[in-house]
């Protein structure tokens, strides 16, 4: 009786607390939607909006957790972008900030230390992360951003928990390969605010992650939100993936990281040369004009020069070290400085050419008012660098801007022509020997008013230059005569015979010795008096190794070495030749055949005595047995073959070069593959005919040549070469003959071929070139470039190589590589390749452009071509109807481009024939897939003859329907279009079709 009495007592006590209790929560809870409600109508209300829910806390820390997840709940589904969303996970992180200052860091969690029994930081975080596995795409990325929001504020105190680190850790790096890109994004930047406080000690599976974003990441906006992440606090062995950003396919990933990171939160003293030089490099070369200029502006003037290196430019040298790495690095400054205003320009210039003044003690603004000559004691490489980069801009703006300074800043600053030859001729002198302790320059010290300053450099030049660094010092000092005006006759002599001098030296080398030579071209007015001038001197280098009872090999390679040499002086010196020809002649009707005059002129005189040294000794060492000479070798034939104009020279030894293309080592094959390229492009075709490359592929050189007696020798050639696109074993000679086949195509040198054109496909798709980046990116850019501006027979030629292409990617077998290709997606490439309206509007383009200019444009548009390619899928249908082939053929249906509108009769007739054809295929025993993919595209069709109106009367219309029987590729016309070729972009360019992707 006494328990009865004591239940019934308890069960009304809690039937009299229920109400209370629920009063209490829902006043509770109207008091946080209050608040939350108030922090979601500015940024400014987030304090007093904490405040107020911390008091909340402090009441019923318990209750108040369950409310904030019920309605945090509702937060987490909204994905679009919501501010009231942020701020109140901005809320959510102030207020676990200030929970987390009621107590000391390095006190344990422990509920009797906690207020309210209950860690908020905890909960919340344990809430957060079960939730980032949520199905929901909104759930998961408004989790990331909650737990950034909380990290961010309470980073310090979360560092100390090393469990609840570990469990967020975790949770994070599960959804970094989250499907969602902006999920990934999120996840990242969660992960790198937890561990910012320990970027130096992240464990290698955190590193792998963030590289992994960073380099290999499909989304352009994840690779953008890794590289700002770790551009606050970039840990040593995440370098090389950000500095490989500056290659990205993505034009704002390679500017911001120009102008965000490597030009004002790296310090390119954390970078290795080698890294500072890379982006130089890429930065230089980038196709954007933007990122160009934030390379060369942002990051190298504003950042490296000015704020590194205190506008000393000799700094910035020593830190890019220009003596190694002279290609990228000087036409970097040079380009630098003459993009940027003149103003600053003209003040730079001035300030570095104090730097080269040894007696130069000046402050900055004495320079600005005067400035003396070079000087060119105590040359080092920074030095000698600094004072090429003055002289060239000094010359340059000089030439181009009469009106202004520059003239007057040359005169006074560049030095004369007979102190550089006195500095010439010491520095040449210590390039490869011990440094004495001689006089410099002291030579022709009695031609120079300056020289008195000049011969006292005998003990500090031996100081400021190592002797490995006076052959830099030459190369510059040549780069400097240059640019120099010429006009003073008796300096023009002793730089003739200083530079006679310096050819004949056997200490120079294959650099200095190709700039000693465009310097006596130059300073020489009559060009065939320098050219009898320095023939003499490689016949007499011969001859002198001639007369040796032992030939000394040396002897024989220098002189092959001044055969490289003057033929790539004279190349140049050709080129420059035609050039001002062409801008001083311009308007001239005999413009070219002046030129031509001139050029045959130079190649007659220089003509016996090249084919003398030919046949004695560059042919002597291509059976050499060391293939650096055999190497030069060919280097001296392809430029030999480049100057004679008349194509005789390269015909007489193309075969003996493409049997060192198939048989030598990899460096001298590539180098006579691209000579053997160079004479192709460069003499013109007389026959005009493709190479019919499938009948020579498993035949061996002497069958080709016993079959082909009635071709021609270059068509001979052709073929050979073609047989190289399958049979090269290295990637490098591979993509040698598929660039040099490009070439021909797009200079016209060779007329498009379906069979060349379907191995270029071919090669394009597989797996196998995947990593061959030269060949993959010389494809992407061709294959737009040229079929989508490019003549119409270069469009047929594609047409015609349609349907060989998917049959090869259909049928091939299983262990071939092209089995794992997707023909759909290969044929969706071709497809967008031959849309008639991408192809009509830029021929538009072209034609108003052609209007413009006052001149006619022959365009030959064709906006059949996918009607053709349907007639001849479906064909391909009836004849194998239950085929895979047939299957890929009734899928890429679905992606042609049909006509918007049927204006003349040919194009209504075709679309009838394709109706007809389409109907034939339904009533033959197909598969249900075919027959569902057919009725889909039947159905597009019977629409497009609806809008035009005509269906009726084309259904008692005649046809033959033999006609609708021809294949895509059997399309005759010799139509041909004076197009400009243009480049263009395609959504799948770079990328291999592949089953998988």
């Known amino acids: 009786m006494a328990r009865l009495s004591s239940r019934v007592a308890a069960t009304a006590a809690r039937s009299t607390s229920a109400p209370?209790?629920?009063?209490?929560n829902e006043a509770l809870r109207e008091r946080i939607i209050q608040v939350l409600e108030t922090v979601t109508l500015s940024d400014s209300s987030t304090r007093d909006s904490s405040q107020a829910l911390?008091?909340?806390?402090?009441?019923?820390?318990?209750g108040s957790l369950c409310v904030l997840f019920e309605l945090l709940k509702r937060c987490l589904v909204v994905y679009n972008k919501d501010t009231r969303v942020e701020r109140i996970f901005d809320l959510i992180g102030t207020l676990a900030l200030q929970t987390s200052k009621e107590r000391p860091t390095d006190e344990p969690r422990d509920k009797e230390n906690i207020p309210g029994g209950v860690d908020f930081v905890k909960e919340m975080l344990t809430f957060f992360t079960r939730l980032l596995a949520a199905q929901d795409k909104a759930v998961r990325y408004r989790s990331c951003q909650a737990i950034i929001s909380i990290v961010q504020h309470v980073g310090e105190w979360l560092s100390h928990d090393r469990a609840s680190?570990?469990?967020v850790s975790r949770a994070l790096l599960e959804r970094t390969r989250d499907r969602v890109p902006v999920v990934r994004a999120q996840a990242l930047i969660a992960l790198h605010t937890l561990h910012l406080r320990q970027v130096q000690t992240l464990d290698e599976e955190l590193l792998g992650v963030f590289e992994r974003l960073v380099s290999r990441d499909p989304s352009a906006s994840v690779r953008k939100a890794a590289l700002l992440q770790l551009a606050t606090a970039l840990h040593p062995s995440l370098v090389d993936a950000v500095v490989s950003r500056a290659r990205d396919v993505d034009a704002s990933i390679r500017l911001l990281v120009y102008q965000k990171i490597f030009a004002q939160r790296v310090n390119p003293k954390m970078l290795s040369i080698a890294q500072r030089v890379e982006l130089l490099r890429c930065g230089l070369s980038d196709r954007s004009m933007e990122v160009k200029k934030a390379c060369l502006e942002e990051m190298l003037r504003k950042s490296w020069l000015e704020c590194v290196c205190k506008g000393r430019l000799t700094d910035l040298l020593q830190l890019l070290d220009v003596e190694v790495h002279e290609t990228p690095v000087l036409p970097a400054l040079v380009q630098m400085l003459v993009s940027c205003p003149d103003a600053d320009c003209f003040r730079l210039v001035r300030r570095f050419a104090a730097e080269v003044q040894s007696s130069c003690q000046s402050t900055e603004e004495q320079i600005e008012q005067s400035v003396s000559q070079i000087d060119l004691n105590e040359l080092n490489a920074e030095r000698a660098a600094v004072a090429y980069v003055c002289a060239q801009i000094t010359a340059w703006k000089a030439r181009n801007l009469e009106r202004s300074l520059w003239p007057q800043l040359a005169a006074s600053l560049l030095p004369c022509i007979t102190d550089l030859c006195a500095a010439l001729d010491y520095y040449h002198q210590h390039a490869r020997t011990e440094v004495v302790d001689t006089s410099p320059l002291g030579m022709h010290a009695a031609?120079?008013?300056?020289?008195?300053?000049?011969?006292?450099?005998?003990e500090t030049?031996?100081?400021?230059?190592?002797?490995?660094?006076?052959?830099?010092?030459?190369?510059?000092?040549?780069?400097?005569?240059?640019?120099?005006?010429?006009?003073?006759?008796?300096?023009?002599?002793?730089?003739?015979?200083?530079?006679?001098?310096?050819?004949?030296?056997?200490?120079?080398?294959?650099?200095e010795l190709q700039l000693a030579l465009e310097v006596l071209f130059r300073a020489q007015a009559n060009v065939q008096e320098t050219t009898r001038l320095v023939t003499e001197l490689v016949a007499g280098l011969h001859s002198t190794a001639e007369a040796d009872e032992d030939p000394d090999v040396t002897g024989k390679h220098s002189c092959l070495a001044l055969s490289e040499a003057l033929l790539q002086a004279l190349l140049r010196y050709q080129s420059g030749l035609e050039q001002r020809h062409l801008l001083r002649h311009s308007q001239a009707a005999n413009a070219r055949s002046v030129l031509s005059r001139d050029l045959?002129?130079?190649?007659?005189?220089?003509?016996?005595?090249?084919?003398?040294?030919?046949?004695?000794?560059?042919?002597?060492?291509?059976t050499s047995e060391d293939s650096s000479q055999r190497l030069t070798a060919m280097r001296v034939l392809g430029l030999a073959g480049l100057i004679d104009r008349s194509g005789q020279l390269s015909m007489q030894h193309s075969l003996l070069l493409l049997h060192v293309a198939e048989h030598d080592v990899e460096a001298v094959r590539l180098a006579a593959l691209r000579a053997l390229f160079d004479w192709l492009c460069t003499h013109a075709s007389e026959e005009g005919t493709a190479p019919d490359c499938s009948e020579i592929s498993g035949e061996s050189s002497t069958a080709v040549l016993e079959t082909t007696t009635t071709t021609s020798p270059r068509q001979v050639l052709l073929d050979r070469l073609c047989s190289l696109l399958t049979a090269a074993d290295t990637d490098a000679l591979q993509g040698t003959v598929v660039e040099g086949f490009a070439k021909l195509i797009f200079l016209r040198r060779l007329a498009p071929d379906a069979e060349l054109i379907k191995r270029l496909l071919l090669l394009f798709f597989t797996p196998s070139t995947a990593d061959n980046v030269a060949l993959r990116q010389c494809l992407a850019v061709f294959f737009p470039a040229i079929c989508l501006t490019g003549d119409p027979e270069h469009r047929y030629a594609f047409e015609h190589a349609f349907l060989p292409t998917l049959r090869v990617l259909v049928k091939s077998p299983k262990d071939n590589p092209l089995a794992t290709v997707s023909p759909v997606q290969a044929g969706q490439y071709l497809l967008f390749l031959l849309d008639p309206y991408r192809a009509l509007s830029t021929e538009s383009e072209q034609r108003i452009h052609?209007?413009?200019?006052?001149?006619?444009?022959?365009?030959?548009?064709d906006g059949n071509v996918h009607l053709r390619l349907a007639?001849?899928?479906?064909?391909?249908?009836?004849?194998?109807?239950?085929?895979?082939?047939?299957?890929?053929?009734?899928?890429?249906?679905?992606?042609?481009?049909?006509?918007?509108?049927?204006?003349?009769?040919?194009?209504?007739?075709?679309?009838?024939t394709v109706e007809r054809l389409v109907q034939s295929a339904m009533t033959e025993p197909v598969s249900a897939l075919l027959r569902r993919l057919l009725d889909r595209f039947e159905n597009r069709i019977r629409e497009l003859l609806a809008t035009a109106g005509c269906s009726e009367s084309l259904d008692d219309t005649p046809h033959d329907c033999s006609a609708s029987s021809v294949c895509a590729g059997n399309v005759a016309s010799n139509e041909t279009a004076s197009i400009p070729r243009a480049g263009s972009c395609s959504p799948y360019s770079g990328h291999s079709v592949t089953s998988g992707n």
């Open 461 to 511: 030049a031996r100081d400021a230059a190592e002797p490995r660094s006076y052959a830099f010092v030459v190369r510059m000092l040549l780069k400097v005569l240059r640019t120099l005006d010429m006009s003073d006759e008796a300096g023009r002599r002793l730089l003739l015979r200083t530079m006679e001098a310096l050819i004949r030296s056997p200490r120079l080398g294959p650099e």
């Open 165 to 167: 680190m570990t469990k």
């Open 447 to 458: 031609h120079s008013p300056c020289s008195t300053s000049v011969c006292r450099a005998s």
């Open 20 to 24: 209370t209790e629920r009063a209490a």
């Open 600 to 622: 045959n002129a130079i190649v007659q005189t220089f003509m016996p005595l090249l084919v003398t040294l030919l046949s004695v000794c560059t042919l002597h060492h291509v």
């Open 54 to 62: 911390k008091a909340v806390w402090d009441v019923d820390a318990t």
């Open 850 to 861: 052609a209007g413009a200019q006052g001149q006619t444009a022959t365009v030959a548009g």
């Open 871 to 912: 007639i001849a899928m479906l064909n391909e249908i009836l004849v194998e109807p239950r085929s895979e082939f047939a299957i890929a053929c009734a899928r890429l249906l679905q992606h042609l481009v049909l006509p918007q509108v049927l204006s003349d009769t040919d194009s209504l007739q075709t679309v009838a």
